[in-house]
């Protein structure tokens, strides 16, 4: 199966990049703030594009390729927007034995995305994450803030269609 890739145009605004001058300030331009800087910055752009990246290279003096690095290392970093409804399907021990692989399949199936990608109309962003902590309700899914568990393939329609 093709992978459909989905450009999304980065869309900065001057308030965001302020934001983003007063927290290179706030830390200062040491290699060791770039895990703090990529963050808060995360949370000013809800993402951290390569345009943001970018910025705070040219801003601080590290090279691009050591945050992209870290943006790309630690899951906490999303390099593509999240859509409004932000789902999150673990895979991780428990739920994988479960059967989250194939309620994935289906959660992708019914938005037309791929793991980690946003729908076209910037709605639905679908993640795959590790142990949320619910081993019990097994498979388990967030929507934003809800939690959905032992869910099966069939159940996923009705879900998604709350939001």
Known sequence: MKKKMTTVTFTGTPEQEQKLDAIIEKYGKDEGAIMRILQDAQEVYGYLPIEVQKMISVKTGVPLAEIYGVATFYSQFSLNPKGKVAISVCLGTACYVKGAGPVMEKICEVLGVQPGETSADGKFSVDATRCLGACGLAP????????YGKLQPKDVKDVLAKY
């Open 140 to 147: 388990v899914i967030t929507i934003n803030e809800d939690v």
